[in-house]
């Protein structure tokens, strides 16, 4: 008797186990979608002191997805110039680029003795 409430038991968790995890592929998948769907991004990822491109390139006119991700160190960012603030608060926003050029980007939260040092270049086209 013991052994058939063990299987049952088994039994149940693997079917939820299944479950969450096609439950999370599916949301996943939607992410992906959206993402498709909201036109071109601009995404600027900083680690403890650099960006992690030398410069970036947009299409003046074109309305984009500007994001940042902190993927070493706390940081966040302002495109000199701009509207465009990003923080651990707004990690993302979108931005119609209008005149070309280019903008400074730097870092707008000390994270340290690199600090000073943690600029980038974004050329409108």
């Not at 960012?77 to 707004?90: A, F, I, P, R, Y």
Request: net charge neutral; with cysteine.
């Amino acid at each position: 008797m013991q052994k058939w409430i063990m299987f049952s038991l088994f039994i149940v968790a693997c079917l939820l186990g299944t479950g969450v995890l096609f439950q999370n592929i599916s949301v996943r998948q939607a992410e992906m979608a959206k993402e498709e769907a909201a036109g071109p991004t601009l995404k600027f990822v900083a680690t403890n002191y650099k960006f992690d491109q030398a410069e970036y390139k947009v299409k003046a006119g074109e309305k984009v997805t500007v994001s940042l991700l902190n993927k070493e160190g706390l940081h966040a960012m302002e495109v000199v110039g701009t509207s465009v603030k990003l923080d651990n608060n707004t990690k993302s926003m979108e931005f119609t680029f209008d005149k070309p050029g280019e903008y400074e980007v730097h870092c707008t939260l000390p994270c340290g003795p690199g600090h000073a040092d943690m600029k980038t270049k974004l050329i409108v086209e």
